[in-house]
């Protein structure tokens, strides 16, 4: 017999229904009392009954979902030895099926491997199983749609994949769908259902399989009771309804349930009437008389769960209905606000929330949160309320993709398919599964990165090389120390620990399913995987982080039941081990981890459809915004929106799932149900923003209930007074750190300054009854932090630097531009991680290498650079270049194409090179005379060996050493004089600039000078040394610029001109012809350029004997002077702005200085002088 229990949401159907049960199941203990509800229901739904039952325990009453009615049914007909087939299971068939098919599914194969795809393509199979839809239903929309391409299409390659979906699984398994098909075929030999008494409490409606079971249901049970949510106004009876009516569901679900039992009736022989309208009429008319064996009607036209709050009551009756009744009493029961962002929603929501808890009396459990979106909401409502101290329990599966284990295992496939690429190497020894430290794991990435190990065979073999020191040359290296070859030993040890943990993974990848899973399992048992997740389990649980430890402890046995699947439903099959990786990916996708609240007073945070709430008192609606109500869930899946509302009027024999318009009319049930859930409050509120700052609109119910209600005004709770926007400790917290920035900044003034002070006080003073004012101490210090510099201590910086300081003029240049950053690099000696790459300060070492080796091989010849023959100097030159690559860098430029072809770019770059300097040469009488010339030939010599203290007895107690190398020094002797000339080869295009060195920033050129005539004076025999020039070369092979059918000697003239020399030279006549003896106006060699009347042109870069020695001077001072300071223990952060140069622009270290110009005392240093002044200055200090 089939019964209906009616009424509207909060009459009391569910508690109705229970006391008849409880009060039956006392009376008849004979008989089998069975209460289905939907699986999120059925634990609260036990404590339901228990909590009504006189002896608070039920023994013939048994309260179930269909699935776990399934699984009692089938364990009492022995039926538990199949396999089901649950999603994980369905995903990995569908994927293997899928790439079985390729290209037979036009249009479904090629999206199959994009993320997401295959859950919606699984979901639609899983559709076509709830409703009943097999290939005869498929065939039917095939034909229904033959004049839509895209739509048939995609109909076509459905039929197939779940035709052949089923057969690959025929015998094996059965997916979750179909065990209700299982379980109707047991459920006339069951003994538990024979007779028994079976409710239906919580659902609005069922799909056809569940329909199925019902009529089985029916079949052998005395009674089938049905509740059902439906106005007392009403007629639940009526055949005829629109699907924008708000119980449509309602209506609908008892005209299907009758249909069932009249089918059920006439093929059991027991009509008496002829139609079906007959005997609904006549059933109808006998169930709705008001005695105990008919349906119930609760009509009562206030629902007993509103009927001391009339504004509730009044929303239960009149919500979504077609009259136009308005409310114009007390609505303090109702109350709506806006906020201008989700964050400030959700925070307005939890300090209401706070105040009903102090001030209305109110447990977290009277209180319950729902969500337009629950996906938008839960983070950020997890995240706040743990500053309000709130528990919350957020009613929402978990995926367990970011956690260890399956990073883990991700990344040791990885390894395997790419051949040990670096990123995957080192996301698997990070994954917090493996045993290296995150300290042994940098210096194993150090040492692969530096000399470009990879592949397995890299990995295999012992690592026998040191760290490399880019040395330029083949052959120099030096012996390694004790610790280097102690670490080797420690890195090779951990090279072997991956490697033999991955060996079996790499043998099977070409194996069978059943061969790659057991190699996975090998690698992860190995690996003490479940140990380590059992140790983060207990970490997590003593934490008190419950959920993460719940997690932890599930994850293990999932992955496991994972791999047993695979291997179970494509253990022969043959495969990739890449294609692996995408099933096994799929598989993880799918993995979950329900969880239920651990603490009994908590609010429940939910969404509109999937929670269930029991007895709340107080509600708020988040969320509620155009694109959440309706939901904007449509749109998307393999058969889009259109797609159904075309089928659904196309056809009425096939039923699908309910199309986007008539999900947005169930949608208002779902609404109707929860709006109506509260007894004593109901927030509903709405963000202004999202998070990018786009415009957010309120929904449709918001306007509908502000009509309703005449006197109910929306809010801007954060518009409010300041004190009642500052009740919890750790939100205030939050607020008192911005606002003290903002008054440190002298930004607050007024009211605003007033409400700053306030809170603060009373933080300071809460925290101060605790004991502990640390936070206090901290915001302020972080507020009113100034920068201040600090210089080290003397003998901290002895023990950096030593008494005798070694540097070197570029490490000068960088102690000019920034203290700190020369601190960093080379006090401690912080570097960024080399790598096994050609960049471009390896293009200038590759250069200097090559013409120290050309040039070098030219002057231990009997040929002069002037007179040398194009062919043997390219000769040399090549020679020199292939020395130079062979031993660079670990073979670096041999390594790829790439670096070959930059080989061949290098080549033409230095042809061009060795020609100019030749042709610079010729035109001039110097010749080269140094090579690379190291410092420490100049031997004891007061340039680089500086005095920077002295004790009392005037013995040196600090000094420094300079060291370095310069590139290339001319000589030209005539009978009384050495004249030197210094080229610097740069791959830049550098200029000279007073003002740089008078900073400290160009000293390069000079120092070099002043080195050179030094050690030129030492070899002079008496003839005085007078500098010439110091240049700069930019090597490098320019584009002449103009129309295409230039003549090649003008091409030769341009590019002459682009390589000519820049730097500084002196201005005495006989010195510039001596640098380029057939200057004509113009020289394209030195920077210089004579008038119409012989005069130096002001583009001219010249300076006099005494300017030059004035220069020199200054900088031996310089020099000295960032000597005594870096020994002073100097580290400021004081970097410069010169034009638009910034020595922070391309700084290593600035994410570690904490330069912040908005913090007071942090600057840079405005470098404006110009280069004339500069060297007036520098005059005047030599004078």
Same mark, same amino acid.
């Given at each position: ?230 106005? !007392? ?204 430290? !995150? ?52 890195? $090779? ?51 008190? $982080? ?113 199309t986007p318009r008539q999900q947005m009319y169930i949608q208002r049930l779902y609404l109707y149900m929860n709006l109506t859930k509260p007894t004593d409050k ?245 010749? !080269? ?78 120092m070099y000078m002043n080195v050179a005539t030094a050690t030129s004076r030492k070899m002079s025999g008496g003839k005085e040394v007078l500098p010439a020039a ?154």
């Amino acid at each position: 017999m089939l019964r209906f229990c009616f009424g509207a949401s909060g009459s009391g159907k569910s508690t109705r229904l229970y006391n008849e049960v409880i009060e039956r199941s006392m009376k008849d203990l004979g008989t089998n009392y069975v209460i289905i509800v939907p699986d999120q229901f059925t634990m609260q739904t036990q404590k339901d009954v228990v909590r009504m039952h006189p002896s608070h325990a039920i023994m013939n009453i048994d309260v179930l979902s269909f699935g776990r009615l399934s699984h009692r049914i089938f364990e009492e007909a022995g039926l538990s030895s199949f396999s089901v087939l649950d999603d994980l299971g369905k995903s990995l068939v569908l994927r293997r099926v899928s790439d079985i098919l390729g290209d037979k599914l036009p249009i479904i194969g090629k999206n199959m491997h994009k993320p997401g795809y295959i859950d919606e393509v699984k979901s639609t199979i899983s559709e076509f199983m709830q409703y009943g839809i097999g290939d005869e239903g498929l065939a039917i929309l095939e034909e229904k749609s033959s004049k839509k391409g895209a739509l048939n299409a995609k109909i076509k390659d459905l039929r197939l994949l779940y035709s052949e979906f089923l057969a690959y699984i025929k015998d094996r398994y059965i997916t979750t769908e179909e065990t209700l098909d299982v379980l109707c075929g047991a459920i006339p030999s069951s003994k538990i259902l024979k007779d028994s008494v079976i409710v239906f409490d919580g659902f609005t409606g069922f799909t056809p399989i569940q329909y199925r079971v019902i009529k089985m249901l029916l079949a052998v049970s005395k009674e089938v009771i049905v509740s059902l949510t439906i106005s !007392p106004e009403d007629d639940p009876y009526t055949g005829f309804f629109e699907e924008q009516e708000l119980f449509m569901l309602s209506k609908k679900t008892v005209y299907d349930l009758e249909k069932l039992e009249y089918s059920l009736l006439q093929e059991q022989g027991a009509l008496g009437v002829p139609s079906f309208e007959a005997y609904r009429n006549a059933r109808n008319e006998e169930m709705s008389k008001k005695n105990q064996a008919g349906d119930i009607f609760i009509t009562d036209k206030t629902v007993k769960r509103l009927e001391n709050n009339p504004s509730l009551a009044f929303l239960e009756q009149n919500l979504f209905r077609y009259n136009v009744n308005k409310f114009t009493a007390d609505t303090s029961g109702i109350e709506i606000f806006r906020a201008q962002t989700i964050n400030e929603e959700v925070r307005q929501a939890l300090i209401k929330i706070s105040d009903l808890i102090r001030d209305g009396g109110y447990a977290y459990r009277d209180i319950a949160l729902v969500c337009g979106s629950l996906d938008s909401y839960a983070d950020i409502i997890s995240n706040q309320a743990r500053k309000f101290d709130i528990p919350v329990y957020i009613d929402k599966n978990s995926s367990l993709l970011l956690n260890p284990i399956i990073e883990y295992i991700t990344s040791a496939i990885n390894i395997v398919i790419s051949g040990y690429r670096y990123e995957d190497v080192f996301h698997f020894m990070r994954s917090g599964m493996s045993d290296f430290s !995150p300290e042994d794991t940098d210096l194993l990435e150090n040492y692969v990165r530096a000399l470009g190990i990879k592949g397995r065979k890299q990995w295999e073999d012992r690592f026998m090389r040191r760290m490399p020191k880019r040395f330029v040359t083949a052959g120099k290296s030096e012996k390694a120390s004790e610790k280097e070859l102690e670490l080797l030993q420690k890195l $090779d040890q951990m090279r072997d620990a991956i490697s033999t943990s991955l060996k079996p993974l790499a043998d099977s990848k070409k194996g069978t399913v059943k061969d790659i899973t057991k190699a996975l399992l090998t690698v992860i048992e190995s690996n003490n995987s479940k140990e380590k997740l059992e140790a983060y389990r207990d970490k997590f649980e003593a934490e008190g $982080d419950l959920k993460k430890a719940r997690e932890y402890d599930q994850i293990y046995d999932k992955i496991i039941t994972l791999l047993g699947q695979m291997d179970g439903l494509l253990g022969d099959e043959k495969i990739e081990l890449s294609e692996y990786k995408e099933i096994l990916s799929t598989g993880f996708a799918d993995i979950e981890v329900g969880t239920i609240p651990q603490d009994v007073d908590r609010i429940i945070v939910g969404d509109i459809e999937r929670t269930r709430l029991c007895e709340v008192k107080v509600l708020f609606f988040l969320g509620v915004n155009d694109g959440n109500i309706p939901s904007n869930a449509g749109g998307g899946g393999i058969l889009s929106d259109i797609d159904r509302q075309f089928l659904a009027d196309a056809t009425s024999n096939v039923e699908l799932a309910p199309t986007p318009r008539q999900q947005m009319y169930i949608q208002r049930l779902y609404l109707y149900m929860n709006l109506t859930k509260p007894t004593d409050k109901l927030y509903l509120s709405f963000a202004e923003l999202t998070p990018d700052g786009k415009s957010l609109r309120p929904a449709y119910l918001i306007s509908k209930i502000t009509t309703m209600f005449s006197n109910i005004t929306i809010s801007r709770p954060e518009d409010g007074d300041f004190e009642s926007q500052s009740v919890k400790l750790m939100d205030s917290r939050d607020k008192l750190s911005v606002m003290m920035r903002e008054y440190a900044n002298g930004f607050l003034r007024g009211q605003d300054k007033k409400n700053f002070l306030t809170l603060y006080k009373t933080i300071k003073d809460l925290l101060a009854e605790n004991g502990d004012n640390s936070f206090i101490d901290q915001i302020t210090d972080a507020a009113f932090k100034q920068y201040e510099n600090r210089p080290l201590a003397k003998a901290i910086a002895l023990t950096l630097y030593g008494a005798t300081l070694e540097n070197s003029v570029s490490r000068l240049e960088q102690f000019a531009s920034c203290c700190y950053a020369h601190f960093i690099r080379y006090g401690l000696h912080l570097e960024e991680r080399k790598e096994y790459e050609f960049d471009v300060s390896d293009l200038g070492n590759v250069f200097h290498a090559v013409l120290e080796k050309y040039t070098s091989e030219i002057m231990s010849g009997d040929t002069k650079w002037r007179d040398l023959p194009k062919e043997k100097s390219e000769e040399i030159l090549n020679r020199a270049l292939t020395e130079c690559v062979d031993g660079y860098g670990e073979t670096i430029l041999l390594s790829n194409a790439r670096n070959q072809f930059m080989i061949e770019r290098i080549r033409r770059i230095l042809l061009r090179t060795v020609d100019t300097l030749q042709y610079q040469i010729s035109k001039g009488k110097f010749e !080269p005379a140094f090579v690379e010339m190291d410092f420490r030939e100049a031997g004891n010599i007061d340039e680089i060996n500086i005095a920077l203290s002295e004790d009392e007895q005037k013995n040196i107690t600090e000094k420094m050493i300079l060291r370095g190398r310069i590139d290339r020094v001319d000589l030209y002797e005539d009978s009384d004089h050495v004249y030197v000339k210094v080229i610097d080869f740069k791959s830049g295009n550098h200029k000279f600039n007073v003002a740089s060195l008078y900073y400290g920033l160009q000293l390069q050129l000079v120092m070099y000078m002043n080195v050179a005539t030094a050690t030129s004076r030492k070899m002079s025999g008496g003839k005085e040394v007078l500098p010439a020039a110091i240049l700069y070369y930019h090597v490098d092979d320019p584009m002449a610029e103009g129309k295409n059918d230039l003549q090649p000697d003008v091409i030769n003239e341009e590019i002459k001109q682009k390589l000519k020399m820049t730097g500084v030279v002196s201005e005495r006549m006989d010195v510039i012809q001596m640098l380029d003896s057939s200057i004509n106006g113009k020289s394209d060699i030195i920077p210089v350029e004579f008038k119409k009347d012989g005069s130096l042109s002001s583009r001219s870069a010249t300076l006099s004997d005494s300017d030059y020695g004035a220069i020199s001077r200054f900088t031996e001072k310089k020099i000295r002077e960032f000597g005594k300071s870096i020994l002073n223990g100097n580290i400021e952060v004081n970097p410069y702005e010169m034009g638009d140069r910034s020595s922070c622009t391309y700084c290593s270290y600035r994410s570690i200085c904490g330069y912040d110009e908005s913090i007071k005392g942090y600057s840079k240093r405005n470098l404006d002088i110009s280069s004339s002044d500069a060297m007036e200055i520098i005059r005047s200090e030599n004078n």
